[in-house]
C-alpha cells in the first residue's frame, strides 16, 4: 500500500441489476425518495435493455434490466438476484487513471472510450473488483446532457427523505479474503486503511465479521471489506451463505448521517473473491454502441 491514491473524486453512480428496471424504479421513489431523472431503452434506439436513473441528493443508482432472456444481464439476475453491479468513479482523466490502475494490478475490462451525442462527450474505462462486481472510471466535464449519451430527461418528482451522499460501499468477500482485498485498494487504488473490526466488535446471537475500511485521502469514497468470523458461525451464518456463496454488495439507508451507505450483498459476485467478474457483469460502457446497434 505504498502507492499514491489515484485522484478520485467521488462516487459517481452505482449501477444495480434487476429483474424488473421499472418496477424496482417504483420501488426506490415511493420506498426511498428518489426522483427518476433519466431514461434509457428503446424509445431511446437502445434495444437491449432499460435504465432508470433515480437520484436523491447526491446520490445516484442506475437500475438496469434487460430486454433478452440470453443476456449477460439476465444471467446475473438469474443467478444473483437483483445487486449491485457496477461502482462508478468520477475522475478528471480516464486515460491516465485506467492505464494507472492496470500498471499496478487491476484487470481491465474496458479501455478507454469515448461516447458522444449532442450535449458533448463522456469517457469512461472500467477495471474488475471482487466477484462480479466492476468499477467504470468516468471522466463527464465536457458532457451536459442529462446523465450519458442515450438517455433522455424522466419526469417522476418525489418526495425526498433526507438522503444526501454515499457515505461507504461495503464489499463482503470469504473467509480469508478481507487482506486480499485490503491490498488491492491498497495497492491499486493507493487507499489507506480507516479503522478495523474483529468479530468482538461485530457479531450477534447469529452471526459475526471481521471488517477493515479503506478509504481515499478525501474521504469521498470508503470501502468496508468484511469476511465472516469462523471461530462464530452458526447456523444461521452457514444456510446464508449456503445460498449466495458468493462475494458482492447489499444497500442500507442511514437517515441519520444523510447518506446511503452501501454494502454489497453476499448475492453479487463469483464463487472466488480473487477472480474476476464473468461475462454476467459489464460497464453500461462496454455495451452502450452494441445496444444501439442494429
Keep these: 500500500m505504498k502507492n499514491d491514491a489515484l485522484p478520485i473524486e467521488g462516487i459517481d ?13 417504483y420501488f426506490y421513489k415511493n420506498g426511498f425518495g428518489f426522483s427518476p431523472v433519466a431514461y434509457s431503452g428503446p424509445e431511446t434506439g437502445v434495444k437491449d435493455k432499460t435504465s432508470y436513473l433515480m437520484q436523491q441528493g447526491d446520490i445516484r443508482l442506475l437500475l438496469t434490466s434487460s430486454l433478452i432472456p440470453d443476456h449477460p444481464i439476465s444471467r446475473y439476475v438469474i443467478t444473483h438476484g437483483d ?36 450535449h458533448g462527450t463522456i469517457r469512461g474505462a472500467a477495471i474488475a ?14 458532457y451536459h446532457g442529462i446523465f450519458a449519451p442515450g438517455y433522455v430527461p424522466f419526469q417522476g418528482k418525489a418526495e425526498p427523505v433526507g438522503l444526501k ?41 447469529y452471526s459475526a465479521l471481521r471488517s477493515k475500511v479503506m478509504r481515499n485521502p478525501t474521504g469521498t469514497v470508503k470501502f468496508p471489506i468484511n469476511e465472516p468470523a469462523q471461530e462464530r458461525k452458526n447456523r444461521r451464518y452457514k444456510n446464508t451463505w449456503t445460498i449466495s456463496k458468493e462475494p458482492g454488495s447489499n444497500t442500507s439507508p442511514s437517515p441519520q448521517r444523510t447518506s446511503w451507505p452501501l454494502s ?25 454502441e452494441e445496444s444501439r446497434r442494429g
Aim: charged share 25%; aromatic share 12%.
Design 129 to 142: 473488483a471482487y466477484g462480479d462486481t466492476v468499477h467504470t472510471f468516468i471522466e463527464r466535464h465536457d
Design 264 to 288: 454489497q450483498d453476499w448475492q453479487s459476485g463469483a464463487s472466488n473473491s480473487c477472480a474476476h467478474p464473468t461475462a454476467t457483469t459489464q460497464s453500461f460502457l462496454s455495451a452502450s
Design 13 to 25: 453512480y452505482v449501477e444495480l441489476y434487476v429483474g424488473n428496471a421499472k418496477q424496482a424504479s
Design 165 to 205: 451522499h454515499v457515505d461507504h460501499v461495503v464489499a463482503n468477500v470469504e473467509e480469508g479474503k478481507m487482506d486480499y482485498w485490503v491490498e488491492f485498494y491498497g495497492n491499486v487504488f493507493g487507499f489507506t486503511q480507516l479503522i478495523s473490526f474483529d468479530d468482538k466488535d461485530i457479531s450477534t446471537e
Design 83 to 118: 445487486g449491485v453491479a457496477d461502482v462508478a468513479m468520477r475522475v478528471k482523466d480516464v486515460d491516465w487513471t485506467y492505464k494507472e490502475a492496470v500498471r499496478r494490478g487491476a484487470k481491465g475490462i474496458q479501455a478507454p472510450k469515448i461516447l458522444k451525442d449532442d
